[in-house]
């Protein structure tokens, strides 16, 4: 984004900014239509910053998505693999569940993102998986397991209880369920 003129990148931000607003409120499925009418540019605007509604909800959970990655990096430090990795995982799911379209965004793909960086949920992955290995080398966590398992697994646990009265209740109520088989405690 540094090499592109001051208007496009005041663009950019301002299209960002109502596209956050718009996805927190209609969430995954939030109109790109809409998004251009309320920023007050055109369509094809839109489209050139954000090639598709993918790289749109990625954009809108950059931000979280490198607090996430940087808080496994945190938890390296702690003296308990299994503790660490539950606790990240504990929080990942907090907010997937509470930010609506992010579960989606996290859908595997193998899609990279518009600058032709790795995907969000490729960047988690990423970032967790130390925590994953060292929990399985202490057999806190099954071999095999790897951080995309465990992230696709929140993916899917979100989207099926979206709906439900208290959806991140839930979340934390199946998460809980789905970890005691992976890594049950000792």
């Known amino acids: 984004m540094a090499g592109r003129r001051a208007d496009a990148r005041r663009n950019y931000a301002h299209i960002l900014e109502v596209a956050q607003d718009e996805v927190a409120t209609r969430g995954a499925d939030a109109s790109l239509e809409r998004i251009a009418r309320v920023a007050g540019v055109g369509s094809a ?5 954000f090639p598709g509604r993918r790289a749109l909800l990625e954009a809108v959970f950059r931000e979280q998505t490198e607090t996430l990655c940087a808080h496994a990096r945190e938890l390296m430090g702690q003296s308990d693999p299994r503790a660490a990795l539950l606790e990240w995982l504990d929080a990942f799911a907090e907010y997937v569940a509470s930010a609506r379209g992010l579960a989606t965004a996290l859908l595997p793909d193998g899609m990279a993102d518009r600058d032709g960086g790795t ?7 990423t970032a967790a998986q130390p925590l994953v290995e060292r929990a399985a080398r202490t057999g806190a966590v099954a071999a095999g397991v790897t951080a995309t398992d465990l992230i696709t697994l929140i993916v899917g646990i979100v989207l099926a209880t979206e709906n439900c009265t208290d959806p991140a ?12 088989g992976i890594s049950p405690r000792a």
């Open 45 to 49: 605007t839109v489209r050139r910053h």
């Open 119 to 125: 995907s969000c949920s490729t960047e988690l992955g």
């Open 169 to 180: 209740a839930e979340t934390t109520r199946l998460l809980t369920l789905a970890l005691d």
